[in-house]
Nanobody, 120 residues
Framework: QAQLVESGGGSVQAGGSLRLSCKAS????????MGWYRQAPGKQRELVAS???????TYADSVKGRFTISRDNAENTVYLQMNSLKPEDTAVYYC??????????????WGQGTRVTVSI
């Protein structure tokens, strides 16, 4: 069964850094885009950053210059390096993978979420 397992969340003071990791298992994508989304209390889930199989990245304007997304295709893992964190970055962060698989056609998978709390 395909699943994404996130790690690396926690609590940090403003200006600090955290690195999130998300490892995929149970499925092999032929080509996919992996991304990080976040949802703050009372707000809709929003895209933070994404990276394609070829390494093309996109970022929300609010995190450009502070966050960096990367992936290790051999390890089926995507990372989100978060620097200069702000209180408004506080949210539950979700990993996402969508794309074409070798055996199951198109597939979209979500992780269970990891909480990030940034205090003043």
């Amino acid at each position: 069964q395909a699943q994404l397992v996130e790690s690396g969340g926690g609590s940090v003071q403003a200006g600090g850094s955290l690195r999130l990791s998300c490892k995929a298992s149970g499925i092999i994508f032929r080509v996919n885009t992996m991304g990080w989304y976040r949802q703050a209390p009372g707000k809709q889930r929003e895209l933070v950053a994404s990276i394609s199989s070829g390494g093309v990245t996109t970022y929300a304007d609010s995190v450009k210059g502070r966050f960096t997304i990367s992936r290790d295709n051999a390890e089926n893992t995507v990372y989100l390096q978060m620097n200069s964190l702000k209180p408004e970055d506080t949210a539950v962060y979700y990993c996402n993978s969508e794309g074409s698989t070798w055996t199951q056609g198109y597939l979209e998978v979500w992780g269970q979420g990891t909480r990030v709390t940034v205090s003043i």
